[in-house]
């Protein structure tokens, strides 16, 4: 089993920008699918990006679309989310998670990922 940790986030003003990381250990992380999630206050826990394994083949939730990149370095074993054009409806808990399916595309429902991390707070003030 992959281990995961996040790291990144932080206070940001609207408009500004911020870049997650995700360090894995304890398994080839190159072998696993990649995603990331958010959590807001009273709601549930929604998708925000995902990476397949082995290409730069990436989705995300239109809420996001065209401001976040998820990104991923395999020799760093290490998985990144640029946020940029930040608004205040972003601020959640931010996870990331890692799935040992090889699937051709990216995965969006939680319930496919294997392991968690423990999650990294994103604050965007109006």
């Known amino acids: 089993q992959v281990q995961l940790v996040e790291s990144g986030g932080g206070l940001v003003q609207a408009g500004g920008s911020l870049r997650l990381s995700c360090a894995a250990s304890?398994?080839?992380?190159?072998?696993?699918?990649m995603g990331w999630f958010r959590q807001a206050p009273g709601k549930e826990r929604e998708f925000v990006a995902a990476?397949?394994?082995?290409?730069?083949?990436?989705s995300y939730a239109d809420s996001v679309k065209g401001r976040f990149t998820i990104t991923r370095d395999n020799a760093k074993n290490t998985g990144y989310l640029q946020m940029n054009s930040l608004k205040p409806e972003d601020t959640a808990v931010y996870y990331c998670?890692?799935?040992?399916?090889?699937?051709?595309?990216?995965?969006?429902?939680?319930?496919?990922?294997?392991?968690w991390g423990q999650g990294t707070q994103v604050t965007v003030s109006s």
């Open positions: 990476i397949i394994w082995n290409l730069p083949i990436t």
């Open positions: 304890g398994r080839t992380f190159s072998s696993y699918a």
């Open positions: 998670a890692a799935a040992s399916r090889r699937s051709g595309v990216p995965l969006k429902n939680d319930g496919q990922y294997d392991a």
